[in-house]
């Protein structure tokens, strides 16, 4: 189940609403923070800070600052509809839905009742090829407003703000959240549900999605979906981001270095908003919500300063332009299926002058209770990206990466350009095995790496005195360091099988052994010690001694393993459910042995019974 799954939607299916309300919520500001996200990711937040604040006032000739109608900058309203239509939506106008409340000229619907006035929202649909109508989207926009009210809108929404934290509670304003939409826009919500209902949609066919104060505003209308609008909300598809509120029916997505998302709400918890680590944001109390994901951008990766909610510096975590380029890298990602929704997730978000001096990592400022194996995700630029101690799945997207690993187990997907391994030890210390565009290490801990689009291992070589860093280039016949030194691939070249059906037969226990994409038959060195990797088909696997590694990934098959000792061990990466966190719950004995699913595939230790089995003999990640 990945991270952002819905309940009784597919993977896919929840992807893509996931992607379409960060696209809505980011739309649903017109590019208000175009030239502070334009300013940050060219200058950054240390010496560039003061380039980054004039470029968020007066923009540039790429992107539009606060002041409007500037004649150098373009226009932000014109390209955030251009980027909606490029998401495949189109605004629904006034006329479209039979609506006779407050609009602007964008099209943005304002808030019906006094004291809601600087509420917005925007109404968008999906259409197929032949015009057809096929969704409707509500995004609630969070705190702010158009460029031309924006100081009186941001005020009039801070009030908000303070109703939600219940900061107005002397006043007898208390869980103001879960009335704030239905109060500021009824008539255009029942408007909606008519407009959906002549078009043949269902609740089902909405997606109510917004940011930061909007997020409250998605929660807040799931509280009345059972008997608002007759109840055709009950079905509704209800995405927030950054929201300080929760309720139930509610997919919350938040990082947790965001100073709003899971706020506590409690005003005698306010100071501990000032001290570093405390605990003013709750993000693992959400029970819908995210709990595990970062931002990796420049100030959390400072470390220093602290992520709080009176540190104006912090809230770059909290802006919407940060989720929108975070959620389609993370839904897109090689190893999304493996994800969960208490998943450590990492993005990097890094401005350009700060890319080549931060390594993207989990540095859980929050101390965190972390499940599972750490996700680490670059950018389409060069990034500098490290696992931990753990288990990891590092992925590069574009750009020239270099990868830094741990004793751990990890996986990773090096990506478009010219990507490096750094193993950070000698080579002496490592087995080396390639197979397939695979690059595969294994520590003397026993930790194995599996690498895809590497060009380079630097290894760190230490003699006495000194340790020197050394690059190798990956190639089919082993490593070389350019300047005449060769390494052949774990000793002597691996065992591999060509096309279907192998017998093979592992000479000894620095060697590997791959199989092929067919039904293989593998006997482990009779010394021991060997790796053994079937691959695709049904495998049979003969142990025949001690001491030896079966590692399993991906679709594997339907395998039989036969031979296995108290000393050999198991190893399921990057396979259907191996990083749920219950590695027990894949196991099964039978009369026959000991039967491990993962998914559609499994492996039969065939006369192993629970006596012959210890829980440190499987490895999952």
């Known amino acids: 189940m990945a991270v952002f799954d819905i309940t009784g939607k597919s993977t896919a299916e929840s992807a893509q609403l996931v992607e379409d309300a960060a696209a809505l919520s980011q739309f649903s500001y017109h590019n208000f923070s175009q030239g502070l996200w ?25 992107a539009e600052g606060i002041i409007p109608y500037l004649p150098w ?34 099209g943005t619907y304002h808030g019906e009742k006094f004291g809601y006035l600087s509420a917005q929202a925007d109404v968008v649909g999906k259409y197929n090829e032949d015009g057809q109508l096929q969704q409707i989207g509500v995004a609630f926009r969070g705190t702010g407003g158009p460029r031309e009210t924006a100081i009186i809108d941001t005020a009039l929404d801070v009030l908000h703000d303070l109703d939600f934290a219940s900061f107005l509670a002397i006043l007898g304003r208390t869980n103001q959240w879960q009335d704030y939409s239905v109060s500021a826009f009824g008539d255009l919500l029942e408007s909606v549900a008519s407009f959906a209902q002549k078009n043949g949609l269902e609740g089902d066919d909405v997606l109510i999605t917004g940011h930061s104060l909007g997020g409250g505003a998605v929660n807040g209308l799931a509280t009345h979906r059972d008997d608002f609008a007759g109840g055709f909300y009950k079905d509704a598809n209800f995405i927030g981001f950054a929201s300080p509120v929760e309720s139930d029916g509610v997919l919350n997505i938040g990082s947790e270095n965001d100073p709003v998302y899971g706020l506590d709400l409690d005003p005698s918890n306010l100071l501990s908003g000032l001290f570093p680590n405390g605990h003013f944001s709750h993000p693992d109390t959400f029970e819908h919500g995210t709990s595990g994901l970062v931002q990796f951008n420049d100030f959390y990766a400072d470390g220093i300063t602290p992520q709080s909610l009176f540190n104006l510096f912090s809230w770059i975590s909290h802006d919407m332009p940060g989720y929108s380029t975070m959620i389609p890298r993370i839904v897109n990602s090689a190893f999304y299926e493996q994800t969960n929704l208490d998943s450590t ?37 060069d990034d500098l990206i490290q696992g931990g101690s753990g288990n990891n799945y590092l992925e590069g997207l574009g750009g020239n990466d270099t990868f830094r690993i741990g004793d751990g187990y990890n996986i990773i997907a090096g990506g478009d350009g010219t990507n490096v391994l750094d193993v950070q030890r000698g080579l002496d210390d490592l087995s080396v095995a390639y197979h397939d565009g695979t690059l595969y290490t294994q520590n003397p801990y026993g930790g194995i790496t599996i690498a895809r689009d590497i060009d380079t291992l630097r290894s760190n070589e230490r003699s006495f005195l000194f340790h020197r860093d050394r690059d190798y280039q990956v190639s089919e016949q082993g490593l070389d360091d350019g300047h005449g030194k060769h390494v052949d691939y774990a000793q002597s070249q691996s065992v591999s099988g060509e096309g279907d059906d192998n017998l093979l037969y592992i000479d000894n226990g620095d060697q590997w052994g791959f199989g092929g994409a067919g039904d293989d038959i593998i006997f482990a060195s009779e010394s021991g010690g060997t790796t053994i990797i079937g691959g695709e088909g049904n495998d049979t696997l003969y142990s025949q001694a001690g001491g030896n590694t079966f590692l399993f990934s991906e679709n594997f098959g339907q395998d039989t393993l036969y031979g296995f000792t108290g000393d050999d061990k198991l190893v399921f990466l990057n396979t259907t459910g191996s990083n749920d966190g219950d590695p027990l719950s894949h196991l099964q004995f039978s009369d026959e042995g000991l039967d491990l699913t993962f998914g559609d595939n499994s492996v039969s230790l065939v006369g192993i019974t629970a006596d012959d089995f210890s829980q440190d003999q499987l490895i999952t990640a």
């Open 38 to 62: 334009s300013g940050y990711y060219d200058h950054g937040f240390k010496l560039g800070l003061p380039a980054t604040l004039i470029r968020a006032v007066v923009g540039n000739s790429d």
């Open 345 to 381: 997730i990492v993005v990097s978000n890094l401005s350009d002058p700060a890319r080549d001096r931060y390594w993207v990592e989990d540095l859980n400022q929050r101390h965190q209770e972390r499940h599972g194996s750490s996700f680490i995700i670059g950018s389409d630029k």
């Open 73 to 106: 900058t373009p226009n932000s309203e014109a390209q955030a509809e251009q980027d909606l239509n490029n998401a495949g939506w189109q605004v629904i106008t006034p006329e479209q839905l039979g609506y006779e409340g407050r609009t602007d000229k964008l």
